[in-house]
Structures are given as structure tokens and as C-alpha cells.
């Protein structure tokens, strides 16, 4: 569910900019470098993650978003979607070969756990707004992260345990969503990550897995563009994959239920302490990353 101009009131979306959240980072005298992402952590060998300094980061974003996105970038041209605006239920393809020109260095801080850095912040979420408790055992635990990256970050097919509303504050991203009864096309990985569920097909290099593209191919999705202040629910167990357009900040916030906490997140936590006991899919994970290797 896309909810148009959903976050539009928050003051978040009206305060965070590249800029504030920069001013916010270097007026922290106890800042730390933070693990930032490189390159799609979803395929093939996790890399060594760099630990940078997240101020100088964010500044070279605010400069690179005000330039004009480039009109033929993205997985629709702005000249396709108004196409497909004016057309409603025509059927449509999406540029696979733009995705080929994404650069698996580039650097993008994803799932930084903001709030636990900057507790202040939250008063600027109105997370309720989204997620209102209809009652005790509807309650919603939630919790929140940011990412934050220039144009033409991937993050890779995947899908989440948890629920997920996914708030875009700058920026423009690109979504293809699957539920879960295409999985038996969307190849699942034995990768291991906490809380998700990875695919082997790398969505920006399509052209070089011949097998797994014939079975993606045969997958029934959906596309989503989330604007600036727009708000895209994902039901848990739902596939996605995500592209940037231009320099982002978005907020992912994943719930579950106390009920969803006690059964679901009880297993996710066994099955993640036999991985650290090396029982499980040691060595094939997102959480101990090869330096050197990809």
C-alpha cells in the first residue's frame, strides 16, 4: 500500500535534509566512524564493510541532490511513467539495462540505527500516525532505521520477517514488490541473514545468470515510486528490491507484534545463535564479511 503525501506532516520530513543531519553528526564531539555498505550485501560474498564518518558523507549528498535527476535514469524514464500515468492498467516493462551500469562500490549507509545514536529524534516521527494501537495486543514494537545514499543504490531482492512501512523523506526510489506465493520463482538463497530471507538473482546483473533470469522472468510483481514524503507499507514475508533515482533519506520501520515477537522472533533468535556457534550457514552470511573478496 502506497500512501501519497504520508509523511508529509512529520517534522521530519520538513527538518532532516543532508545538511541538518550533517550539522547534527559534527556537533556530536563523541562521533564515531559508522559501518557503511558496499555494494549489494545481498549476492554473492559479503565484502568488508569501511567504518567513514558520516558528516563529510552526507554533505557530498546535498550537494550531488541539487543537481536535476537525469530524466532517462531509473528503472522508468520519466518520459515511460507518464506514459503509463495516462494508460492505466496498460502492461509495461522496466529498463533492466540501466541497472547494469550500477557500480558495486558505491558506498551507502544503510539500517543505521539512528534513533539509538540520536534518541532526540524521535520526537520527530509520528510513528502512531502510521501505526496506531487499536488495542494492547495489536500494539506494534517497532524499530527504525535510516538509509541514507546517493543515486543508483541497489539494495537486492530480499524479503523481511517483520511488517515494514518504508518513509521517504528526499529523494525518489524505485520499488519492484512480490508476495510471497511467487517465491518458488524468486530463487531463495541459503545465505544467511537475520530477520530476511535472500535470493541468488542479482536484479543489476540480470544478463549474467541466465538460469535465475528465466525463472525471475516468470515472477508476477509489482512496481512502486515513492516520492518525497509518500509512505509505502511492505507486509512481512513480502519479496522486494529497491533502486535509488536520485540521493536519498529514507526511514525503514519494522513492527511486529508482541504475539509475532514471541513466536517468529524466538526462532530468528535460535536459528541465529546456532550461526554464531557455527552450526549454521557459517561462513555464507551478511553478518561476517571477506575482506578482499566479492
Known amino acids: ?22 550539522d547534527l553528526c559534527e556537533s556530536d564531539a563523541s562521533e564515531a566512524p559508522v559501518k557503511f555498505t558496499d555494494g549489494l550485501v545481498e549476492q554473492g560474498v559479503t565484502k568488508g564493510r ?8 552526507l554533505r557530498e549528498l546535498g550537494k550531488a541532490a541539487r543537481k536535476t535527476p537525469d530524466p532517462q535514469a531509473g528503472l522508468l524514464t520519466v518520459e515511460r511513467l507518464e506514459h503509463i500515468r495516462k494508460n492505466p492498467g496498460e502492461r509495461f516493462h522496466l529498463n533492466w539495462v540501466h541497472m547494469q551500469s550500477f557500480k558495486p562500490t558505491t558506498l551507502y549507509l544503510a539500517q543505521w540505527d539512528i534513533l539509538e545514536k540520536f534518541p ?8 502512531k500516525s502510521l501505526w496506531p494501537d487499536k488495542s494492547a495486543l495489536d500494539r506494534r514494537l517497532t524499530w527504525e532505521y535510516i538509509f541514507m545514499g546517493p543515486a543508483n543504490t541497489v539494495t537486492g531482492l530480499h524479503n523481511d520477517f517483520p511488517h515494514n512501512w518504508f518513509c521517504q ?22 545465505k544467511y541473514d537475520w530477520g530476511a530471507t535472500l535470493s541468488d538473482i542479482n536484479v543489476s546483473r540480470l544478463p549474467e545468470q541466465p538460469k535465475e533470469l528465466a525463472s525471475f522472468e516468470k515472477a508476477s510483481g509489482i512496481y512502486a515510486r515513492v516520492e518525497a514524503g509518500d509512505a509505502l507499507f511492505i507486509p512481512k514475508r513480502t ?13 525503514g520501520m519494522f513492527g511486529l507484534t508482541p504475539y509475532e515477537v514471541a513466536t517468529g522472533g524466538a526462532w530468528a533468535t535460535l536459528r541465529d545463535w546456532a550461526h554464531h556457534l557455527h552450526l549454521y550457514a557459517w561462513g555464507n552470511c551478511t553478518c561476517h564479511q571477506v575482506l578482499g573478496k566479492g
Open 120 to 127: 532526540a529524534l524521535r520526537k520527530e516521527l509520528l510513528i
Open 50 to 57: 569501511p567504518f567513514l564518518p558520516v558528516a563529510p558523507y
Open 239 to 251: 519479496w522486494h528490491s529497491v533502486v535509488s533515482r536520485e540521493p536519498s533519506i529514507s526511514l
Open 169 to 190: 523523506f528526499r529523494g525518489t526510489k524505485e520499488f519492484i514488490l512480490f508476495p510471497p506465493d511467487q517465491s518458488p520463482h524468486l530463487c531463495p538463497a541459503k
Open 1 to 22: 500500500m502506497l500512501v501519497k503525501g504520508g509523511v508529509k506532516h512529520w517534522p521530519a520530513f520538513r527538518q532532516w535534509s543532508f545538511e541538518s543531519l550533517a
